[in-house]
Nanobody, 124 residues
């Protein structure tokens, strides 16, 4: 099994920045890619960003492109989401996820392990 623990959420004003962290433990050799998703009450989980563990290639949702950056530290088995120029519509619970494959990573069903989530609230 793989365990994921997110941290770094909080309350920030519009235009501000936050950095989320997701530390992986356990059978981390199973991880091929990691992603960030977000969800607001009553809505489906929405893809935010992904990173391939080997090589580090990334992909972003259009809504965050140019504002958010996903990165990883292989030695620490940790993935980060740097969020800049935050907007009120970025308010959501943010979830880290890990996948054993590398296909279809914009879909939640492609991920095998999930963190507990961390709340990000952006005030206007």
């Amino acid at each position: 099994q793989v365990q994921l623990v997110e941290s770094g959420g909080g309350l920030v004003q519009s235009g501000g920045s936050l950095r989320l962290s997701c530390a992986a433990s356990g059978r981390t050799f199973r991880i091929s890619a990691m992603g960030w998703f977000r969800q607001t009450p009553g809505k489906e989980r929405e893809f935010v960003a992904q990173i391939i563990w080997s090589g580090g290639s990334t992909y972003y949702a259009d809504s965050v492109k140019g504002r958010f950056t996903i990165s990883r530290d292989n030695a620490k088995n940790t993935v980060y989401l740097q969020m800049n120029s935050l907007k009120p519509e970025d308010t959501a619970a943010y979830y880290c996820a890990a996948a054993r494959g590398v296909l279809g990573l914009t879909e939640p069903k492609r991920y095998d392990y999930w963190g507990q989530g961390t709340q990000v609230t952006v005030s206007s």
